[in-house]
């Protein structure tokens, strides 16, 4: 199981670091289905089976898909990726990974400070989540209810909308 | 009798305030009527109660008249009430007597000007608040009389107010006066902080039970009522507003600059003449101011031109002799003179505004010249009241009141022989100074046309003044002998001079400045010219003319540095801390917003270090 | 209950007269005289009814439960003090309802609603003993005046409502966090949560913190005073609010801070306030001096009028720490004839920019031979604003002079040069705008008669303050006796 | 015996990364995918909290986050839409109008 959550760990950060050096927006997006899955892995050796799953079938399936959709709708051509390319200067990253590595130290001192009791591997089936769920979890139940429909809702707005009647909108509504 | 002498203050008072409300709209006859009316009533009745205060005299020698608690606050409860005694008796009939013959004479002297009941309304009060200083129980009331007249004084200054000199006239007379006002303010709290009364009677008791004789406190109290009697009655230093306040109808300089009013800070020392008995320097200080300011003011009146100029002078100096006669503590003589002044210098005044308004209000005196044909009867009173100001032996009241007074500081313990020789010297130059008025005035060569000539309501005043001018010298014995009911007698010692001595060497003095005035302004004019305009003469000329640079002294020390320090101040210094608060804010504004650079990347960044910051924070701290 | 209705009727008074006006701006006009004139004439019965009693004590309370469980509680009543105050309040409110009657034309259903709210929140302060409902008061007259100022106001007068805003808002705001201190410091005493004043008093805590919450107190009173330094507000707001504004401001509003000290800082903090008892009375001083001399410099009429409160209000502040029956009787009798005259100043000031449309002095000038009625009773109250004897505020400011020179000699000789340099700004005063020559050739109506009435009333109040003050002094020297015991030392 | 430190490093690491992302590029598309691995990461370590204390509420919340990520992606992504649409670029330093 070590080696399981070693090896899916190792994957998922290879591909998140090559996802953010892709300069095409597909092939980062197949390197972010791979950390994604390699999370859900993850989640299976932490004993949550119904979260992996789900982690594949929302997560890597439909937002992913939602992602490709919108990318070749925009249908970014060659000079959007030399452009991404010149900006893949090492430069660009310096400050960057400065400030990250800066708040991973200090969440890893904190870790390492706190002190994490080990704990046994038991596995909490979507039984539990369930009841957890529609028990105590209700009303966030119904909140992400409603916040899925004002998503919903958003999303078809802005998409149909004409273009030219935004811009004048936007002219003198600014 | 003696209970109708609330009506003495209220009468005048009622009147002003009619006057004020309803004047405009009546008819100048009236306002005449009521406005001489109302002095009238109360001057009569003032004869009719000092002829029952004279016949049955109350008991103690005063009578008071309580009309009602003015203020109570616990142990301090002055009152509105009234005091007469034969002090307060003296100066009441004078002050009502002379004002009423000046209200006679203004009802013709002001005919035909637009602020006419105005006018009256304004003197009618200055009547209601003098008699109230005068009779006043207590010193907060007395306050109260003494700001009204000084209130009065102001607006009849300034009564021509669409000239601006004369407001500023007016202003500089109630400010200069005011000054005098804040030390005597003081003095009141002091007094009732240490005696915890200011009724006079009582005060004077307190203080004489309480303090030892030079202590401080009576020292500070008394010198403090001194700087509000200098203020208003125009000595050294704070003299420089009276010659200004000639600026006012010549009916008010009669009555306020000359007869009545300047000579309440001598009332205020005869009044209080106890706390200067404890007070010996003080006591020494008022002589010596009066001394000064006799000698200083004489000076100034030789050089001026303007002729009520000359006059105020000459008031500033014979009140500077009420203040040494009050210095050496000849109390009695210093309310004597102020009687005989009050008659002459008033009739002066009279006959000055006959003149000035025969000639078209001109007021200097070089433009003047041989009136003493045109204008006979001015001419005459004006001698009266001359001689009598430069004290002409033996017929004058001014030589008798003067004399007393110059005897008093030969022969007092509290006299010394350079005080003597000081109202010596003023005794010349009174002489001097009036009698070149008189021959540049009178004789001569006419240079001015005379275009009106007086009527009988304003000469019928001036006689009676001339001949009380005359008279009320031959009253010396019994007005001593009733002074002495409310005031300390002389205590004889000092230098022990003889009388005849004294009132040879004045008589002979009185004659140097009529012989040189005569020599130089009507013998030969030419030497009094060369004189002046000799370099010693012209540095002295304008030194004097200019009031011994007082004003030009005044100004650089305390006027400019308040008006600019409040014109630079105008928009408040304070103002900019807060204003300058609003600016930093704004500034502040400005930088913070450098920082919306409107880039996603830029605010994440923050986002990232805040967080960091934070977390950072937690793990510290 | 009558004390309710005190507040009640402006504002029940204030609503109808905005309803009104949707039909007839005169008949909201009535409606606010007639309220005004109502609680005129309650505060006045109620005062002549108990005058013989003496004013020993609290009377006439209302008392219902609010919030009980805080303590909080709709509670008010009055001493000899508040009712003064009171009658000072609706007799200037009756005045600034009738100075308005032709001035306003605006939005005069919605001023007029103002008006009355302001009213009701200053009887608010004078009459509440609860400290929640105080501070409740206290707001309540902010508000609608900071809107006052804002909507009919002068050329400057966004800004000068924002100042006024900004200003007493982060005051009071420092007042609830005392008031919160004191009220948790009284819990922790005696585990009884409460907001009552009587309940507050001699509250126990440690003299670093009682002089904290003093200070808190005081600085909240202070800016509202106004102490020097905390004034700047005050000048523009004076100018550039309607005249009934200005009349309120200096008339009752500045009347709130005095009142606050004299009712909270010295009784609740006896040892903090005698400790800073020389500092406010330098402050008091150093306010008339500096107020007089700002007020000279000015050349606009209104600023010179809001400069010289700066002035007088430094004696009610140096008589109220003074500390003794004289001087606390001055500072009372001070608070009411400034109420009056400088009221009176700005209801003069406001008819004649009624008439010439400027305020500026150098374009004035000779208006007396226009209108004399005018300018002859801008000279009565320019007199009585320097202390003339025989006016009201001459009495005040001589008690309090006189109180105060039993504490410091040197401070009272000070503020006596304060009084003669009001006569610098006074005389000025008159003589720039009502004297000299009438170069600019205005030819003006002279008082009309609803102004001559507003004019005559205040003259006579101060004739009568100034000769017999005896029934102000009467009605408050119980409670200046209270406060005299309270001070340490005694 | 569970991987519960090495969990949440990599939750950090992920976590870490994905700000990175968000820093570094300039593309909004690949800033909204750094996002979803942010969202992710603080995914993870609520599942890795659930698991520790053996207590479903970790995956609730997961749940809830998928929810809101779902729900912000697709308005997200219709804002990219609409923004290319009008200026033809999603480089996030040339939409800069919000400049104060």
């Known amino acids: 199981m070590t080696i399981v959550f070693y090896v899916s760990s190792a994957v998922a950060i290879a ?77 660009m990253w310096i400050g960057p990974s400065v400030l990250a590595a800066i708040l991973l130290a200090e969440f890893i001192w904190m870790l390492a400070r706190g002190g994490v009791p080990p704990a046994q591997a038991v596995s909490i089936g979507p039984v539990e989540v369930g009841i957890s769920l529609f028990g105590p979890y209700l009303i966030g139940v119904e909140l992400t209810s409603m916040l899925l429909l004002g998503g919903l809702v958003g999303a078809y707005h802005l998409g149909s909308r004409k273009a030219p009647h935004t811009e004048v909108t936007h002219a003198t509504h600014p | 009798m003696l209970d109708l002498l609330w009506l003495v203050p209220a009468i005048p008072f009622a009147s002003a305030f009619v006057l004020a409300v309803f004047g405009p709209r009546m008819r100048s006859k009236a306002v005449a009527v009521l406005g001489a009316g109302a002095i009238a009533v109360p001057a009569v009745l003032m004869l009719l109660i000092a002829a029952a205060f004279v016949s049955a005299p109350p008991a103690g020698g005063a009578y008071t008249q309580v009309l009602w608690t003015w203020i109570g606050v616990g142990s301090f409860r002055p009152a509105i009430a009234f005091y007469l005694d034969a002090l307060s008796l003296v100066m009441v009939v004078v002050v009502t007597f002379v004002s009423f013959l000046i209200h006679v004479y203004s009802t013709e002297f002001m005919r035909g000007d637009e602020g006419y009941s105005r006018f009256f309304a304004y003197m009618n009060l200055f009547v209601a608040s003098m008699v109230t200083l005068l009779l006043a129980d207590n010193l907060l009331l007395l306050y109260l009389g003494w700001e009204g007249v000084g209130l009065c004084s102001y607006l009849l200054i300034g009564f021509w107010y669409q000239d601006p000199v004369n407001g500023l006239a007016g202003r500089k007379a109630f400010i200069v006066t005011r000054v005098g006002d804040t030390a005597m303010a003081v003095g009141l709290f002091l007094l009732f902080h240490s005696l915890g009364t200011l009724r006079i009677q009582d005060l004077l008791h307190t203080a004489s039970d309480q303090w030892q004789i030079g202590s401080p406190y009576a020292v500070a109290a008394a010198a403090l009522l001194l700087g509000g009697a200098v203020g208003k009655s125009a000595q050294l230093p704070l003299q420089t507003w009276l010659p200004d306040a000639m600026a006012g109808p010549t009916p008010t300089s009669a009555l306020i600059h000359a007869a009545t009013m300047v000579t309440a800070g001598v009332y205020l020392i005869a ?177 001015t046309p005379v275009s009106h000539r007086p009527g009988p309501a304003m000469m019928i005043p001036a006689f009676v003044l001339a001949f009380l001018s005359i008279t009320a010298g031959f009253a010396t014995t019994p007005f001593a002998a009733f002074m002495a009911k409310a005031l300390p007698e002389l205590h004889e010692g000092g230098m022990g001079m003889s009388e005849v001595i004294n009132s040879t060497v004045a008589g002979l003095a009185f004659l140097a400045g009529l012989l040189v005035a005569w020599y130089a302004y009507l013998s030969n004019p030419a030497l009094g010219r060369a004189a002046a305009t000799s370099r010693v003469g012209r540095v002295l000329h304008r030194f004097w003319f200019s009031d011994w640079g007082m004003d030009w002294f005044y100004d650089r020390l305390f006027v ?62 | 209950m009558m004390l309710a209705c005190l507040i009640l009727i402006p504002l029940a008074a204030g609503v109808l007269a905005w309803a009104a006006a949707r039909w007839s701006v005169t008949a909201a006009r009535w409606i606010a005289l007639l309220a005004m004139l109502a609680d005129f004439t309650l505060a006045l019965s109620l005062w002549i009814s108990h005058y013989h009693a003496g004013f020993a004590t609290w009377y006439a309370e209302t008392d219902w439960a609010w919030i009980p469980q805080l303590g909080i509680r709709f509670h008010l009543a009055v001493d000899g003090l508040s009712l003064l105050l009171l009658m000072l309040t609706f007799f200037l409110g009756t005045i600034s309802v009738l100075v308005s009657w032709r001035e306003i034309t605006e939005a005069a259903g919605f001023f007029h609603l103002n008006l009355l709210w302001i009213l009701a929140g200053i009887a608010g302060v004078f009459l509440a003993v609860n400290l929640f409902l105080f501070y409740f008061a206290w707001e309540l007259m902010l508000v609608p005046m900071y809107f006052l100022i804002a909507v009919w106001g002068h050329e400057n007068r966004t800004y000068a409502a924002v100042k ?102 010295l009784p609740l903090f006896p040892h903090a306030a005698s400790v800073f008892a020389p500092i406010a009375m330098a402050l008091g001083v150093a306010g008339i001096l500096y107020g007089a001399l700002l007020a000279f410099g000015q050349t606009d009429l209104k600023r010179l009028v809001a400069y010289t409160s700066v002035s007088h209000l430094g004696f009610v502040l140096l008589g109220i720490f003074a500390w003794n029956s004289l001087a606390l009787q001055g500072a009372v009798m001070t608070m009411i004839c400034h109420g009056i005259s400088t009221g009176a100043l700005f209801v003069l000031v406001g008819a004649l920019h009624e008439r010439i449309h400027t305020r500026e002095m150098d374009h ?58 009001a006569t610098f700004y006074a005389l000025r005063l008159v003589q720039r705008a009502f004297q000299g020559p009438n170069t600019r050739d205005w030819h003006i109506p002279d008082l009309v008669p609803r102004e001559g009435l507003v004019i005559g009333l205040m003259i006579a109040a101060l004739l009568w303050l100034g000769l017999y003050p005896r029934p102000i002094l009467d009605t408050f020297q119980q409670a200046a006796a209270r406060l005299e015991q309270l001070a340490p030392g005694k | 015996m569970l991987p519960i430190r090495e969990s949440f490093i990599l939750a950090g690491i992920l976590f870490t990364l994905g700000v990175i992302g968000v820093l570094a590029r300039r593309n909004l598309v690949f800033i909204l995918m750094s996002i979803e691995v942010m969202l992710n990461a603080a995914g993870l370590a609520f599942v890795v909290a659930g698991a520790q204390w053996r207590q479903p509420d970790g995956q609730v919340v997961f749940l809830f986050i998928l929810a809101m990520a779902a729900a912000e992606l697709s308005v997200g992504l219709a804002l990219v839409l609409e923004l290319y649409r009008q200026y033809k670029t999603l480089d996030t330093d040339v939409l800069s109008r919000m400049r104060g």
């Open chain 2, 560 to 621: 400019w540095p308040v008006v600019w320090s409040a014109k630079a101040n105008k928009a408040d210094i304070v103002d900019s801390i807060y204003t300058g608060l609003t600016r930093l804010a704004a500034l502040c504004h400005r930088y913070f917003s450098l920082t919306e650079t409107g880039r996603l990347r830029w605010y994440a960044a923050w986002i990232a270090g805040g967080s960091a910051f934070a977390v950072a924070i937690a793990m510290f701290l």
């Open chain 2, 271 to 447: 009044r209080t003449h106890g706390l200067y008995e404890l007070a010996p320097q003080v006591q020494l200080a008022v002589a010596v101011t009066g001394a000064a300011t006799l000698l200083m003011a004489g000076c100034s009146a030789l050089t001026q031109n303007d002729i009520k100029r000359v006059l105020a002078y000459s008031t500033i100096s014979q009140i500077g002799y009420m203040f040494f006669a009050l210095g050496v503590g000849a109390w009695g003589a210093a309310i004597f003179h102020f009687m005989t002044h009050a008659f002459f210098k008033a009739l002066l005044f009279l006959a000055a505004g006959v003149v000035i308004e025969a000639l078209h209000h001109e007021h200097n005196i070089f433009r003047m010249g041989g009136l003493r044909k045109e204008l006979p009867a001015a001419f005459w009173t004006f001698l009266i009241g001359g001689c009598a100001l430069a004290g002409l032996p033996l017929i004058t009241a001014g030589y008798y009141s003067k004399d007393l007074i110059l005897w008093s500081a030969a022969n007092s313990t509290a006299g010394t022989a350079g005080l003597w020789v000081a109202g010596i010297a003023g005794v010349v130059l009174t002489s001097l100074y009036t009698f070149r008025l008189i021959f540049v005035v009178f004789f001569g060569q006419p240079a």
């Open chain 3, 164 to 265: 006024f805003f900004i200003f007493t808002q982060l005051s009071g705001l420092l007042m609830l966090v005392a008031i919160l201190a004191l009220f948790f410091l009284h819990h922790h005493a005696t585990g009884v949560y409460s907001f009552e004043y009587q309940d507050l008093l001699g509250t126990a805590m440690s003299p670093g913190t009682e002089m904290w919450i003093m200070l808190g107190f005081f600085v909240a009173f202070a800016v509202k005073l106004p102490v020097v330094v905390l004034h700047t507000w005050l000048p523009d707001a004076h100018t550039e609010a309607p005249t009934a504004g200005s009349v309120i401001l200096a008339g009752l509003l500045l009347k709130t801070g005095a009142y606050g000290m004299l009712r909270f800082v």
């Open chain 1, 15 to 91: 591909a998140t670091v090559l996802m953010l050096t892709r300069v095409r927006a597909v092939h980062a997006l197949l390197y972010l289905i791979v950390s994604l899955l390699a999370v859900a892995v993850i989640f299976y050796v932490l004993g949550a089976p119904f979260v992996a799953a789900l982690e594949l079938i929302i997560y890597a399936g439909a937002i992913m898909v939602l992602f490709v959709f919108v990318v070749m709708l925009l249908n970014l051509g060659e000079e959007t990726v030399r452009a991404e390319r010149a900006l893949l200067a090492p430069s």
């Open chain 3, 364 to 421: 004035m000038g000779g208006i007396w031979s226009t209108a004399p009625r005018l300018s002859g009773a801008a000279l009565f109250f320019a007199l009585a604003s320097l202390g003339l004897p025989g006016l009201g505020d001459f009495v005040g400011e001589f008690l309090v002079l006189l109180g105060a020179y039993q504490k410091s000699i040197v401070l009272t000789s000070l503020a006596a040069i304060g009084i003669l340099f």
